[in-house]
């Protein structure tokens, strides 16, 4: 089969690799396309000599064959791969925080994820454990693998802000990308908070404001006080940074209220100094968080949200023998929304 791989650092190439063999509780899926993620490019680009890597987090397809104890899968099924295969016994997974594993991550590591250790789905077939599926229903999969991680993020990030996020509160969304243009819309379908994007290309704006943020604004050093004007000078009360380049950061620590929610998801590479005085760094009562993927529950609901039209993620469709340009693409910034490469068989 193909299959898109990361073969050295900074270059990647369509190969002719085997259709991986299934182990007895294991699905093999037909891909029926693969969202390209931002977080690719990094591992693109990072220093690391690796043995070559099948790229691919936000899959989804059709189930292709099943191994003998797996119930409740049917071949043709629509599925989705979720992203975090924790080990689901931890206390950690226990406690519904398997995007945390004690077991399969570690203090400094996560568990698993495809396409970023064992191979991902940016080929025809995948081979995933049953029980990191979730059926898709109705939803079509061609369309559907960025609910895997671009919305999956986004939704964690969201729900762990939710007590901040009431009526009469401001939320911004730093980064409109394919995260930030998905956590835009969650934020519109599930909270009462008024909305405010922030990019650097007006389409993406546009999109936001066709989407449920009232006010938009292109990032630039004067972004922080436009936001500190709409809230009186006293800030948001949440703030998304789905960029975490070091303006965005900035940004979000100049516009963060006193007792707001900092979500740091972006790995652009920012960093701020915290200072322990009370004049220093941050508002009193600022509760930050560096936010990894999700948990079942954030997967669920926004599989629940996509089928009931609450979201709908902006996608353009690569065949996956074009994969390269779609990652140019993504570099340059001339997506709106997430490219889904498509394996045509
Ligand atoms: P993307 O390229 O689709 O979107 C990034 C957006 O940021 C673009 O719209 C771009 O125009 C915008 N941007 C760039 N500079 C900006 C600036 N100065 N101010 C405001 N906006 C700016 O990327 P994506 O796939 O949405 O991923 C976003 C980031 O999240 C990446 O760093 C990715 O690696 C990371 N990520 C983190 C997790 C996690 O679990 N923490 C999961 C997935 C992705
Ligand atoms: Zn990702």
């Not at 996560?110 to 979730?134: D, F, S």
């Not at 509160?169 to 243009?181: Q, R, Y």
């Not at 965005?248 to 900092?262: N, Y």
Request: proline share 6%; glycine share 12%.
């Amino acid at each position: 089969m193909r299959a898109l791989q990361l073969i050295a650092p900074g270059k990647i190439e369509l190969r002719d690799v085997d259709v991986p063999t299934i182990e007895s509780d294991e699905v093999l899926v037909r891909v029926a396309g693969a969202g390209l993620c931002h977080s690719d490019l990094h591992m693109l680009h990072a220093p690391i000599d690796r043995p070559p890597l099948t790229l691919g987090h936000e899959t989804a397809g059709w189930v292709d064959t099943v191994g003998g104890e797996v119930d409740g899968f049917a071949v043709g099924d629509p599925v989705l791969v979720y992203l975090v295969w924790a080990c689901g016994e931890c206390r950690s997974c226990l406690e519904g925080r398997d995007n945390s594993c004690e077991v399969a991550g570690g203090r400094m590591s996560l568990p698993p994820c495809p396409g970023l250790g064992p191979a991902g789905g940016m080929a025809e077939y995948i081979a995933v454990k049953a029980r990191y599926l979730e059926p898709l229903g109705a939803l079509d999969p061609v369309l559907a693998g960025p609910l895997a991680d671009a919305a999956l993020t986004s939704h964690h990030a969201i729900a762990g802000a939710m007590h901040r996020l009431g009526p009469g509160t401001t939320a911004v969304v730093i980064g409109l990308g394919g995260l930030g243009h998905t956590g835009l819309q969650i934020l519109s379908a599930i909270t009462e908070a008024t909305l405010i994007g922030v990019d650097l290309d007006q389409a993406k704006l546009d999109f936001a404001a066709a989407h449920g943020a009232t006010h938009t604004f292109l990032s630039d050093a004067t972004t922080a006080d436009k936001i500190l004007d709409i809230t009186s000078g006293y800030g948001a009360d949440a703030v998304f940074d789905f960029t975490g380049i070091q303006p965005t950061v900035d940004l979000a620590i100049s516009c963060i209220a006193p007792d707001g929610c900092l979500r740091f998801v972006g790995l652009g590479g920012g960093t701020f100094q915290y200072g322990a005085l009370p004049w220093a760094t941050l508002p009193w009562g600022v509760d930050l968080r560096k936010s990894y993927a999700g948990n079942r529950a954030d997967q669920r609901a926004v599989i629940e949200l996509a089928a009931a039209g609450k979201i709908m993620l902006e996608t353009k469709q690569y065949d996956l023998e074009d994969g390269l340009s779609a990652f140019d693409d993504l570099a340059a910034g001339k997506l709106l929304g997430r490219a889904i490469l498509v394996p045509t068989i």
